[in-house]
């Protein structure tokens, strides 16, 4: 068995580790020159964590991550809607990460390139076409200015590239661009002073109007972390977005700027925070329709290529780590490509569509809506707006079917909130 994979991101690269890990032979394929350490902070959850802890990746996660400790939502003056624990504090075996993208990606890109050789990455190789036959695939890549560089052979094909992947787009060619909800995302990191626990992770508004605020790793001083936002605002009605959705794009300030004041949280000056950040990049929301099937044949579709959903809950790299450890067990297995491809499908599409579906209420942020719909000025006790057992009802729903519900259910502090 001979894998070969586009896309050298969170879930290609481990897709790449878990199958040298089974003993099948794999390439991955990026289109960048370089991989580097792109994007800001996402979340990874305990189920994905428990993966790369199995790739003893943990301590080096741990050298560039932070164990998140608790999930705090609020509505947009800051007063408290649900506080939970999280990770092991949740009573999981394994940590919740608050992490740099780029830097998550980093530590798995590092430990192909040490157990897999140099020679199994190829960066600076666009997907350009692939066609399978009776016996393998075969993909065909080229250079940033068009000229072909190389092509490849294998059993299998995944396309684990991403948003935009050209693997999904030649399965569906009439699928169109993804869907905007009208929604933008600005995001940005910057040194600033801890607040709460120095891992607490603050989540205030809902899809109207939402500031997420959260630290991800060391800054240049100990009490001043490395610390992550994003503002979440609805801006239009959806359909095309103003500009075409790229995770690199830079923000402007004066887009921003207008919306920074309907945010007061207790804990830190959120538009100072903000407004110190020298650079930030915006995000349209865009997600799309879940599909009816991703194998086909030798080929099929992992991450966010499968599967783009909003990057609410924390899945966007939770479940693409997920789907390469199906993946993996199941090219193991030793059955024909065609039916471990299959295989995987069946075990990871219906969960990850449930998820997209799920992602465009709000995920477990769905249960701010909820209270801000019933109370939109605020109020001077939760319970009277939402019993605990309603708000509870809203934010486990949502764990349970994104598959990471166990401990937590038991563990939380939301009663205290
Ligand atoms: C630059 C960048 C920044 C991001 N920043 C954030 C962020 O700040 N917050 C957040 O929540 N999510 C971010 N994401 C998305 C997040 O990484 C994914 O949701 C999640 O990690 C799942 O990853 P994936 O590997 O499926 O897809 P991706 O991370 O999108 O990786 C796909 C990879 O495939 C490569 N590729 C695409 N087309 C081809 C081709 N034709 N041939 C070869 N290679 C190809 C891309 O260059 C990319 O490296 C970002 C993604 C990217 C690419």
Known sequence: MKAIIIGGGVGGLTTALMLHNRGIDCEVYEQADVVRELGVGINTLPHAIKELADLGLLPRLDAVGIRTHELIYTNRFGQEIWREPRGLDAGYDVPQFSIHRGKLQNVIYQAVRSRLGESRIHTGHRLGSFAQDESGVTAYFFDRNGSHRATARGDVLIGADGIHSLVRETLYPNEGSARWNGSMLWRGAIDWPKFLTGRSMVIAGGMAAKLVVYPIGEGAHEDRPLTNWAVLV?????????????????????????????????????????????????????????????????????????????????????????????????????????????????????????????????????????????APDGFDNIDEVLSFEQRKAIVRGYASSAGFAQAQVNKTAGKAA
């Open 234 to 374: 609805k801006i239009g009605e959806g359909g095309t977005p103003p500009r075409k959705e790229d995770w690199s794009r830079p923000g402007r300030f004066e887009d921003l700027m207008p919306h920074t004041q309907r945010f007061r949280i207790p804990y830190v000056d959120a538009k100072a925070l903000i407004e110190s950040t020298p650079e930030f990049w915006e995000y349209p929301m865009c997600d799309r329709d879940p599909l009816p099937r991703w194998s086909h044949g030798r080929v099929t579709l992992l991450g966010d290529a499968a599967h783009p959903m909003y990057p609410v809950g924390s899945n966007g790299a939770s479940q693409a780590i997920l789907d390469a450890r199906a993946l993996a067990d199941r090219l193991r297995d030793g059955e024909h490509a065609y039916h471990a491809l299959w295989a995987y499908e069946q075990e990871r599409l219906p969960m990850t569509a449930q998820i997209v579906r799920m992602n465009r209420k709000g995920g477990p942020e769905g249960v701010i809506d909820a209270v801000e719909e019933r």
